[in-house]
């Protein structure tokens, strides 16, 4: 039967932010501007949430993995993109991503109760279905860090909208 709530989720409803919607509209130049005092571009952000879902899919799949021993090794280790290519892929990638998480949350209850294998020392295994809401729980941390940036650029709501108030 799969988690309705879960698929909106992914793509934004109420307070969360549609993460296409606001990446969409912006340019490779907005994409890799930084704010004094914050460390990362909205490129970076995009990117760090592709690492993890790539991540958490592999894991899905049934590859054994190990956590990162650092948090910088899931953020690009450069700054920015070399161009409007570059970024669009980037978007694109996490377009797609985005689908297979929503696919995920469609699918039945068996399948989201499948076990997945912990990726930490002594860690108990988890499911599918706990990874997936941990993944929406953190595009949508970072989806509001974008429309934060996004408020600094004066660049907010996206074309297609968002709250203001």
Known sequence: MGDTTMRELVYGKGAHVDPIACVEDIGADLATRTVTGYPHSIWQLVEHMNYWMEYEFRRIAG??????????????????????????????????????????????????????????????????????KQIVAHNSYHVGQVAMLRRQYNQWPPLRGGDSW
């Open 63 to 132: 590859e054994r993995l190990s956590y990162p021993d650092h948090a910088i090794e899931s953020w690009p280790a450069h700054p920015e993109p070399a161009g409007e290519t570059q970024w669009q892929a980037v978007r694109d990638r996490f377009g797609s991503l985005l689908a297979r998480l929503a696919s995920l949350a469609e699918t039945d209850d068996a399948s989201l109760a499948k076990a997945v294998l912990p990726d930490k020392p002594n860690s108990p295994p988890s499911t599918a279905g706990a990874i997936l």
